[in-house]
C-alpha cells in the first residue's frame, strides 16, 4: 500500500545510515515486493537491482533466494519469460544448496507454469509433478493444490479435457478442505470451462456460478468478468436449454 510504502522509505532511509547492511538489504527487498502489489514494475525492479547489489556485501543467501523467486514472478508477468527463468533457476539451486524445500515448492510451481506460457506443456507439467512428490513430502497442501489446478491447465489447454477433469477435481478437493478462497474460486472456474468443453452444460453453469459467488465475495472483479464471459458462452453453447432443471 502507499502507507506501507512510505513507511518502508523511512525505514530504508535511516538504516542505510547504519552499518546494519542486512537490514537495510532485508527493507529493501520489502519496498520491491511492495511496489510490485502496486504495479510499479519499474520501481521494483530498481529495487530489485539495489539489494541485488547490498547483497554482495551482505552474502544473504536466503535474501538472494527470494530475491530471484520474487523478481522471476515480476518477468514472468510482465511476459518477459527468459528473465524469469534465468532468476527462477538461480534461485533454485540456492534453495537447493541450502536445503530450502519450501522455496524449491515456489520456485517448481514458478518455473513449471512460465515453461507452460513459452508453450512447453509437457514440460510444465514434468515439474508440477515434481512439485506433487515436493509438496507430498512436505506437507504442502497449497503447493500441492497449486500443482494438480496448474496440471489441469496444462491439459486443459492441450485440448485433452476428461485428464484435465480428473486433476481439477483433485485441486478443488485440497481447496476446499483448505477453505483457500483464491483456489477454491479459480477451480470452479476452470472446473466449470472443462465442463463446458465436454459438453456438460449444467455442470458449466453450476460450477461457473460458485466461482462468481466466490470471487464477488472477494471483490476480484477481473475474475468476476472472466467467469460472466464463460457464464455466457455456456449458454451459447448450450443451445440455450434450461439450465435451471
Not at 85 to 114: C, H, P, V, Y
Not at 115 to 134: A, H, R, T
Not at 158 to 181: F, S
Request: proline share 0%; with cysteine; glycine share 4%.
Amino acid at each position: 500500500t502507499d502507507t506501507t510504502k512510505v513507511l518502508l522509505e523511512k525505514t530504508t532511509f535511516y538504516f542505510a545510515k547504519t552499518n546494519r547492511k542486512d537490514w537495510l538489504a532485508l527493507t529493501t527487498f520489502l519496498k520491491a515486493t511492495n511496489y510490485t502489489s502496486l504495479n510499479n514494475n519499474a520501481k521494483a525492479l530498481e529495487c530489485f537491482d539495489k539489494v541485488e547489489m547490498i547483497n554482495k556485501t551482505v552474502k544473504s543467501e536466503f535474501i538472494a533466494e527470494n530475491i530471484f523467486c520474487t523478481r522471476g514472478y515480476l518477468y514472468s508477468s510482465m511476459a518477459e519469460h527468459p528473465k524469469a527463468m534465468d532468476d527462477f533457476i538461480k534461485g533454485m539451486k540456492i534453495a537447493e544448496r541450502i536445503e530450502d524445500e519450501n522455496m524449491q515448492a515456489m520456485l517448481l510451481n514458478n518455473i513449471g507454469t512460465t515453461v507452460g506460457e513459452m508453450g512447453d506443456l509437457k514440460k510444465s507439467m514434468d515439474y508440477f509433478n515434481k512439485l506433487i512428490l515436493l509438496a507430498k513430502k512436505i506437507n504442502d497442501k497449497t503447493s500441492l493444490c497449486m500443482a494438480y489446478q496448474n496440471i489441469g491447465w496444462a491439459y486443459y489447454y492441450d485440448g485433452k479435457y476428461k485428464d484435465a477433469l480428473v486433476q481439477v477435481e483433485v485441486a478443488l478437493r485440497i481447496a476446499l478442505e483448505l477453505k483457500h478462497q483464491d483456489h477454491i474460486a479459480e477451480c470452479y472456474g476452470l472446473l466449470g470451462d472443462v465442463n463446458e468443453k465436454l459438453g456438460m452444460y449444467k455442470e458449466a453453469f453450476s460450477n461457473l456460478q460458485l466461482a462468481f459467488a466466490s470471487n464477488k465475495q472477494q471483490g476480484n472483479f477481473y475474475n468476476l468478468c472472466d467467469n460472466l464471459l464463460a457464464l455466457s458462452r455456456t449458454v451459447l453453447n448450450s443451445g440455450r436449454i434450461k439450465l435451471t432443471d
